[in-house]
C-alpha cells in the first residue's frame, strides 16, 4: 500500500473493535502513527500495538473533560457511538442525551481541539463515521438518527471553515456493517418491531438495501483510506454513501 500518510498522526475514536479497528488497521498501513481512543482500555492497547501505535484510554460521554483538550493529530476519524432503540414515547431521556454526547458532542470538541494544529500546519483531514441514518430515518432510533443528521451538519461547517486552510472534512455513510455494536442490536429491533431475532437481518437490517449483505468493517476502512490521500484533496463537505443502495430508495 502506498505510504501516503508517512509522518502523519492519526487519532480513531472508537478504535478497538469494528470499523474503528480497521481506520487503525489502514491508516497504519498507510503510514501514519496510529492513536487508537476508546474506553475499553484493553482493546484499544491491544489495537495499538497491533499497529505500533499508542491507545488513549476516553470516555467520550464525559464531554466536559474535553472542553480544554488539544490534539496534535492530521487525520481525525470520528468514528465512536452506541445505540439505543426505542420508540419515542417510550425513550428514556438519559439514553437519548448519552447518544447525542458520545456522537455528536465528542466529535464537535475533538474536532475543535484538532483544528488548531491543522491549521498551522495548513494540511488536515476530518473523517465522520455516519451512517445511512444521517441522510435517511428509520423508525425507533430518534438518539441515533438525530446525532448523525447533526454530525452531518458539523463535518459540511468544518469543511466550509476549512478549506482555505488545508483542511478537508466529510462523512462516510455505511448501511449496516458486520461488528459487534450491530449484534448488539439484534435482540433490541426484535423486540422493537415485534418479530424473531432470526427475522432480524432480512426484514429489518438488510430490507432497504439492493445488495443483500452487511458490509464489512475493511471495506469502510478501505474508503477512509483514499479520503485521507492526496488523490481526495478536493473531496470536502461530501457524505459518502457504502450502503448497498439503501439511500437509492
Same mark, same amino acid.
Given at each position: 500500500? @502506498?505510504p501516503?500518510?508517512?509522518?502523519?498522526?492519526?487519532?480513531?475514536t472508537?478504535?478497538? @473493535?469494528?470499523?474503528?479497528?480497521?481506520?487503525?488497521?489502514?491508516?497504519?498501513?498507510?503510514?501514519?502513527?496510529?492513536?487508537?481512543?476508546?474506553?475499553?482500555?484493553?482493546?484499544?492497547?491491544?489495537?495499538?500495538?497491533?499497529?505500533?501505535?499508542?491507545?488513549?484510554?476516553?470516555?467520550?460521554?464525559?464531554?466536559?473533560?474535553?472542553?480544554?483538550?488539544?490534539?496534535?493529530?492530521?487525520?481525525?476519524?470520528?468514528?465512536?457511538?452506541?445505540?439505543?432503540?426505542s420508540?419515542?414515547?417510550?425513550?428514556?431521556?438519559?439514553?437519548?442525551?448519552?447518544?447525542?454526547?458520545?456522537?455528536?458532542?465528542?466529535?464537535f470538541?475533538?474536532?475543535?481541539?484538532?483544528?488548531?494544529?491543522?491549521?498551522?500546519?495548513?494540511?488536515?483531514?476530518?473523517?465522520?463515521?455516519?451512517?445511512?441514518?444521517?441522510?435517511?430515518?428509520?423508525?425507533?432510533?430518534?438518539?441515533?438518527?438525530?446525532?448523525?443528521?447533526?454530525?452531518?451538519?458539523?463535518?459540511?461547517?468544518?469543511?466550509?471553515?476549512?478549506?482555505?486552510?488545508?483542511?478537508?472534512?466529510?462523512?462516510?455513510?455505511?448501511?449496516y456493517?458486520?461488528?459487534?455494536?450491530?449484534?448488539?442490536?439484534?435482540?433490541?429491533?426484535?423486540?422493537?418491531?415485534?418479530?424473531?431475532?432470526?427475522?432480524?437481518?432480512?426484514?429489518?437490517?438488510?430490507?432497504?438495501?439492493?445488495?443483500?449483505?452487511?458490509?464489512?468493517?475493511?471495506e469502510?476502512?478501505?474508503?477512509v483510506?483514499?479520503?485521507?490521500?492526496?488523490?481526495?484533496?478536493m473531496?470536502?463537505?461530501?457524505?459518502?454513501?457504502?450502503?448497498?443502495?439503501?439511500?437509492?430508495?
Open positions: 500500500m @502506498s501516503t500518510l508517512d509522518g502523519r498522526r492519526a487519532l480513531v472508537g478504535g478497538a @473493535s469494528g470499523i474503528g479497528a480497521a481506520c487503525a488497521r489502514e491508516l497504519a498501513a498507510r503510514g501514519a502513527h496510529v492513536t487508537v481512543a476508546d474506553v475499553d482500555g484493553d482493546g484499544a492497547k491491544t489495537v495499538a500495538e497491533e499497529v505500533g501505535g499508542e491507545a488513549w484510554v476516553v470516555d467520550l460521554s464525559d464531554t466536559r473533560a474535553l472542553d480544554s483538550l488539544r490534539l496534535d493529530t492530521d487525520v481525525l476519524v470520528n468514528n465512536a457511538g452506541i445505540q439505543r432503540i420508540a419515542i414515547q417510550d425513550f428514556a431521556p438519559d439514553d437519548f442525551r448519552l447518544v447525542q454526547r458520545i456522537m455528536l458532542e465528542a466529535p470538541l475533538l474536532v475543535r481541539a484538532a483544528l488548531p494544529g491543522m491549521y498551522e500546519r495548513g494540511w488536515g483531514r476530518v473523517v465522520n463515521i455516519s451512517s445511512v441514518h444521517g441522510l435517511v430515518a428509520s423508525p425507533y432510533k430518534a438518539a441515533y438518527v438525530a446525532a448523525k443528521h447533526g454530525l452531518e451538519g458539523l463535518s459540511k461547517v468544518t469543511a466550509l471553515e476549512g478549506g482555505e486552510r488545508g483542511v478537508t472534512s466529510v462523512c462516510v455513510n455505511p448501511g456493517v458486520r461488528t459487534p455494536l450491530i449484534e448488539k442490536q439484534v435482540a433490541q429491533q426484535a423486540k422493537a418491531h415485534g418479530i424473531p431475532e432470526s427475522e432480524v437481518l432480512a426484514k429489518v437490517m438488510l430490507e432497504q438495501a439492493a445488495v443483500k449483505r452487511l458490509v464489512e468493517p475493511e469502510v476502512a478501505a474508503l483510506g483514499w479520503l485521507t490521500g492526496p488523490e481526495a484533496a473531496v470536502s463537505g461530501a457524505s459518502w454513501t457504502i450502503d448497498g443502495g439503501w439511500s437509492a430508495r
